[in-house]
């Protein structure tokens, strides 16, 4: 009885709290078109000059997205148009680059702080230009922030750090020039953190190490400098990226679970240290371009992940272990410019179609062409040891010459100044980035896959990390895409079965892409796919992409490869008749919640969302354990064509956007009605919908239709919520479908109900 009546009690505030979609507040509404002003009207608002309904139902688009809960905003994401892309910038406004002088980045903040249940925040690329203002921290709730590509500099604001929901931050492309602060570890649940092409100066903050949670650390191009410390408190790292710093200190002990390790363009010195032999998840590791010593380890080409391993432009002496074992794995190795003899050992030796080396600029005994003579490289060697003495008469010789220097140099300035002082001296000399402007590359799809706590959570679990396949290997595993490996051929392309090297058994699908992309916007669609972590998912553990020609730069294939289910699909279990194995009720309903869990967390736990993910019953694969997941989800964000989108208005795309969730929703009501009746005959649909729908309404028309299995162990009410969303999902009018999480709370409830329902008849049996 407790229970009834506590199931009741949950019930009951379940309804209450419902996140019905009410008019937004007039207050909010207000708010949003006092930032547009703020902002100069960018034109990715446009669409509020027209509106004049709930600004909630704008429909999102790449450049905006409002979403809203209990009348109020929280999700706003603007991007702009005005991506940085010159390092010129004073603290001045630019005409046309930035926002006018007109702009204070103060009242604007205070605006939008009041838009206080605010849990996403992404402002692009918008030019806004100022110092932030420590009141950023009124939004409390934040999750997410993004104010990448705009003109921010001065401190990051020390109030940021009460701001302890934060799980991703994102400040990349700015100016901010101050020291990275050392209380970045007040925020105990961020996951991803990302300051990339600022101008950041100081100390690498060692309180990051204390942030557990922590996956993902981009600090690239910026003035970071001195020590790297000892980082093996943080279990979950899986990227670090510093390249382009001013690290001084010798490599530190890294985390055993780093997946992508990039140190390039610093001044890290010493030798790799043995430690290094025991990251065995590591797959990208660049220390190219430091002041590295010794030889390189022999480990380090054999770690059972490593595909990529950089060490040119470093001081690297000795020789290599002959004979040397490499990973299979291995596919690119650049040792080049850096002092080492010897023979190259042979699995180094010629460069295949695996395998990429690069050795020039050495002084091995092999390719002479490329190779200095042999005293070029003893030359340093001898350098460590006997050099001691040469030092310091150099010392000596530089002092004196330094000080004649500084007199030359200090009469040179004063003649100058008097000169220049004339003149007025507006810009300072532009920074060189090597990199283009952050906004230019299509990888704020990626800066702003967005975790969210559910994914955060997964994220301490052992997710298998993806990692990048040769197309030798996939062909070894298929047997060179033999026909008896064919598991199935859809309109996405060929699944193929396959057994990797190390005996796991995987499901390859080969996507083939209607354009080519460039290997670079291809990955950056790919690390979105692989950020898709969902217990109800198919994993991903990899891909690969597959050119045509020889040029590497351009990509026709690309082969996915996921976790392999052996338990069949969905649709084989509706209309199995073996009594032992027939799927009641609750089993369905169990199934049915599992697969709405993981499609919400593509709509909404990402962004941008993944809404075309082709749901069919033949797509949601069993384990063992008769969980359900959901297989090629998300190959939207693979093929899907954004170029051609942008071209047409931004009308259709919004609508198109809007189709593709009512998509979802459509294909996920044919699911429920497949669950209900058992799988209709392929090519019957359109007869089944047009006659048999009304029978649903009658007791005996129900009898008639509904799977007999269902019948005999669904209660009444269960029955009747599950047929009532359904109905609402098929529905020809777009309008009246429903929202998915509409769908998954029915599904909820109608499971609750089932599961009081078959607990009162088993007490009722025992009884
Ligand atoms: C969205 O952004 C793209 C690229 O910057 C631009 O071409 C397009 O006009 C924008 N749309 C709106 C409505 O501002
Ligand atoms: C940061 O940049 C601004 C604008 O260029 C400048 O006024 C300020 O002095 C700089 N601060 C630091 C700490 O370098
Ligand atoms: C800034 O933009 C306006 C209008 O788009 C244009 O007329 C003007 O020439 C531009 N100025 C500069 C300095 O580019
Ligand atoms: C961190 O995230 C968890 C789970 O999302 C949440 O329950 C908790 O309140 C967060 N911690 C803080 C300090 O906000
Ligand atoms: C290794 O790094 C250097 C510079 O840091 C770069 O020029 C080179 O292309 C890299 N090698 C490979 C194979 O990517
Ligand atoms: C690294 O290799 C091991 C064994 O080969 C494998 O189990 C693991 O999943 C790999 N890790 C990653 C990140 O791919």
């Given at each position: 009885?407790?229970?009834?009546?506590?199931?009741?009690?949950?019930?009951?505030?379940?309804?209450?709290?419902?996140?019905?979609?009410h008019q937004l507040q007039t207050s909010q509404t207000e708010i949003l078109l006092q930032i547009r002003k703020h902002l100069?009207?960018?034109?990715?608002l446009?669409?509020m000059?027209?509106?004049?309904?709930d600004l909630c139902?704008?429909?999102?688009?790449?450049?905006m997205t409002i979403a809203c809960q209990d009348n109020v905003v929280t999700e706003l994401i603007i991007?702009?148009?005005?991506?940085?892309?010159?390092?010129?910038?004073?603290?001045?406004?630019?005409?046309?680059?930035?926002?006018?002088?007109?702009f204070s980045m103060d009242s604007f903040v205070t605006t939008l702080s009041r838009l206080s249940s605010l849990r996403v925040l992404g402002l692009?690329?918008l030019?806004i230009?100022g110092?932030l203002p420590d009141k950023i921290h009124r939004l409390s709730s934040l999750e997410f922030l993004?104010l990448?590509?705009?003109?921010?500099?001065?401190?990051?604001p020390?109030k940021i750090?009460t701001m302890?929901q934060l799980?991703?931050?994102?400040?990349?492309?700015?100016?901010?020039?101050?020291?990275?602060?050392?209380?970045?570890?007040?925020?105990?649940?961020?996951?991803?953190?990302?300051?990339?092409?600022?101008?950041?100066?100081?100390?690498?903050?060692?309180?990051?190490?204390?942030?557990?949670?922590?996956?993902?650390?981009?600090?690239?191009?910026?003035?970071?400098?001195?020590?790297?410390?000892?980082?093996?408190?943080?279990?979950?790292?899986?990227?670090?990226?510093?390249?382009?710093?001013?690290?001084?200190?010798?490599?530190?002990?890294?985390?055993?679970?780093?997946?992508?390790?990039?140190?390039?363009?610093?001044?890290?010195?010493?030798?790799?240290?043995?430690?290094?032999?025991?990251?065995?998840?590591?797959?990208?590791?660049?220390?190219?371009?430091?002041?590295?010593?010794?030889?390189?380890?022999?480990?380090?080409?054999?770690?059972?992940?490593?595909?990529?391993?950089?060490?040119?432009?470093?001081?690297?002496?000795?020789?290599?272990?002959?004979?040397?074992?490499?990973?299979?794995?291995?596919?690119?190795?650049?040792?080049?410019?850096?002092?080492?003899?010897?023979?190259?050992?042979?699995?180094?030796?010629?460069?295949?179609?695996?395998?990429?080396?690069?050795?020039?600029?050495?002084?091995?005994?092999?390719?002479?062409?490329?190779?200095?003579?042999?005293?070029?490289?003893?030359?340093?060697?001898?350098?460590?040891?006997?050099?001691?003495?040469?030092?310091?008469?150099?010392?000596?010789?530089?002092?004196?010459?330094?000080?004649?220097?500084?007199?030359?140099?200090?009469?040179?300035?004063?003649?100058?100044?008097?000169?220049?002082?004339?003149?007025?001296?507006?810009?300072?000399?532009?920074?060189?980035?090597?990199?283009?402007?952050?906004?230019?590359?299509?990888?704020?799809?990626?800066?702003?896959?967005?975790?969210?706590?559910?994914?955060?959570?997964?994220?301490?679990?052992?997710?298998?990390?993806?990692?990048?396949?040769?197309?030798?290997?996939?062909?070894?595993?298929?047997?060179?895409?033999?026909?008896?490996?064919?598991?199935?051929?859809?309109?996405?392309?060929?699944?193929?079965?396959?057994?990797?090297?190390?005996?796991?058994?995987?499901?390859?699908?080969?996507?083939?892409?209607?354009?080519?992309?460039?290997?670079?916007?291809?990955?950056?669609?790919?690390?979105?796919?692989?950020?898709?972590?969902?217990?109800?998912?198919?994993?991903?553990?990899?891909?690969?992409?597959?050119?045509?020609?020889?040029?590497?730069?351009?990509?026709?294939?690309?082969?996915?490869?996921?976790?392999?289910?052996?338990?069949?699909?969905?649709?084989?279990?509706?209309?199995?008749?073996?009594?032992?194995?027939?799927?009641?009720?609750?089993?369905?309903?169990?199934?049915?919640?599992?697969?709405?869990?993981?499609?919400?967390?593509?709509?909404?736990?990402?962004?941008?969302?993944?809404?075309?993910?082709?749901?069919?019953?033949?797509?949601?694969?069993?384990?063992?354990?008769?969980?359900?997941?959901?297989?090629?989800?998300?190959?939207?964000?693979?093929?899907?064509?954004?170029?051609?989108?942008?071209?047409?208005?931004?009308?259709?795309?919004?609508?198109?956007?809007?189709?593709?969730?009512?998509?979802?929703?459509?294909?996920?009501?044919?699911?429920?009605?497949?669950?209900?009746?058992?799988?209709?005959?392929?090519?019957?649909?359109?007869?089944?919908?047009?006659?048999?729908?009304?029978?649903?309404?009658?007791?005996?028309?129900?009898?008639?239709?509904?799977?007999?299995?269902?019948?005999?162990?669904?209660?009444?009410?269960?029955?009747?919520?599950?047929?009532?969303?359904?109905?609402?999902?098929?529905?020809?009018?777009?309008?009246?479908?429903?929202?998915?999480?509409?769908?998954?709370?029915?599904?909820?409830?109608?499971?609750?109900?089932?599961?009081?329902?078959?607990?009162?008849?088993?007490?009722?049996?025992?009884?």
């Amino acid at each position: 009885m407790g229970s009834l009546s506590l199931f009741l009690f949950i019930s009951l505030s379940w309804i209450l709290f419902l996140p019905y979609t009410h008019q937004l507040q007039t207050s909010q509404t207000e708010i949003l078109l006092q930032i547009r002003k703020h902002l100069e009207f960018p034109s990715s608002l446009e669409v509020m000059n027209t509106f004049d309904g709930d600004l909630c139902n704008v429909s999102p688009s790449r450049n905006m997205t409002i979403a809203c809960q209990d009348n109020v905003v929280t999700e706003l994401i603007i991007k702009g148009d005005k991506p940085v892309n010159f390092r010129g910038f004073n603290g001045f406004p630019i005409p046309n680059q930035t926002l006018s002088e007109r702009f204070s980045m103060d009242s604007f903040v205070t605006t939008l702080s009041r838009l206080s249940s605010l849990r996403v925040l992404g402002l692009i690329s918008l030019g806004i230009w100022g110092p932030l203002p420590d009141k950023i921290h009124r939004l409390s709730s934040l999750e997410f922030l993004d104010l990448s590509s705009n003109f921010i500099y001065g401190q990051i604001p020390p109030k940021i750090s009460t701001m302890v929901q934060l799980y991703s931050l994102v400040l990349d492309g700015n100016f901010f020039n101050d020291t990275i602060p050392d209380w970045i570890d007040s925020l105990t649940n961020l996951t991803f953190l990302s300051l990339k092409s600022n101008r950041l100066k100081g100390q690498f903050p060692s309180s990051l190490c204390k942030i557990r949670t922590l996956a993902d650390v981009y600090l690239s191009h910026n003035e970071i400098s001195g020590e790297l410390p000892d980082l093996s408190t943080l279990a979950n790292l899986h990227v670090l990226d510093m390249r382009e710093n001013k690290l001084n200190s010798v490599l530190p002990v890294m985390p055993k679970g780093l997946v992508t390790l990039l140190l390039s363009k610093n001044a890290l010195s010493g030798e790799i240290p043995k430690h290094f032999g025991h990251m065995d998840q590591l797959q990208h590791l660049d220390l190219s371009s430091n002041r590295l010593t010794g030889p390189p380890p022999p480990f380090l080409f054999n770690l059972p992940n490593i595909t990529y391993l950089n060490l040119s432009s470093n001081m690297m002496s000795g020789t290599l272990e002959n004979p040397l074992s490499c990973s299979t794995k291995l596919g690119d190795v650049d040792i080049s410019d850096n002092k080492l003899t010897g023979t190259l050992p042979s699995c180094l030796g010629s460069s295949s179609d695996k395998r990429m080396v690069k050795f020039g600029g050495n002084c091995f005994a092999t390719d002479f062409q490329h190779q200095h003579e042999a005293s070029f490289c003893a030359e340093s060697l001898a350098g460590t040891g006997k050099s001691r003495r040469k030092e310091k008469l150099l010392i000596v010789a530089f002092i004196s010459g330094a000080i004649i220097v500084i007199v030359l140099l200090a009469l040179g300035v004063f003649f100058l100044y008097r000169r220049l002082c004339k003149r007025t001296v507006q810009e300072q000399p532009p920074k060189v980035v090597q990199e283009n402007s952050p906004a230019a590359v299509p990888s704020e799809l990626l800066a702003n896959a967005r975790f969210i706590s559910q994914a955060m959570k997964l994220g301490a679990q052992t997710v298998p990390v993806c990692r990048s396949f040769s197309f030798q290997e996939l062909k070894e595993a298929t047997k060179d895409f033999d026909k008896s490996m064919l598991l199935g051929e859809g309109s996405i392309g060929k699944l193929y079965k396959g057994k990797l090297e190390n005996g796991t058994i995987v499901a390859i699908r080969c996507l083939a892409l209607s354009k080519k992309y460039s290997v670079q916007n291809l990955k950056v669609r790919l690390d979105v796919l692989s950020k898709l972590h969902h217990p109800y998912l198919v994993g991903l553990f990899g891909h690969c992409m597959e050119g045509d020609g020889h040029d590497n730069l351009s990509v026709n294939q690309v082969l996915l490869v996921y976790e392999y289910l052996s338990n069949g699909n969905y649709r084989t279990l509706l209309s199995e008749t073996y009594p032992e194995k027939v799927l009641k009720w609750s089993d369905r309903l169990t199934i049915l919640i599992g697969v709405a869990k993981a499609i919400h967390f593509l709509h909404t736990g990402v962004i941008p969302g993944s809404f075309n993910n082709g749901l069919k019953t033949n797509n949601i694969l069993l384990d063992e354990h008769r969980i359900p997941k959901l297989s090629d989800y998300g190959t939207s964000i693979i093929t899907e064509e954004t170029e051609r989108h942008e071209t047409k208005g931004e009308g259709t795309k919004s609508s198109n956007r809007k189709n593709l969730v009512e998509n979802d929703v459509y294909n996920f009501g044919y699911i429920l009605l497949e669950s209900l009746v058992g799988p209709i005959v392929t090519g019957k649909e359109e007869t089944f919908l047009l006659n048999d729908m009304a029978s649903f309404g009658s007791t005996d028309g129900r009898r008639r239709i509904v799977d007999p299995v269902v019948l005999t162990t669904s209660s009444q009410e269960s029955l009747s919520r599950v047929i009532s969303i359904t109905k609402k999902c098929i529905s020809t009018d777009v309008a009246c479908r429903p929202s998915f999480e509409d769908v998954l709370w029915n599904l909820q409830y109608a499971a609750q109900v089932q599961a009081s329902a078959d607990a009162e008849q088993k007490s009722d049996s025992t009884s």
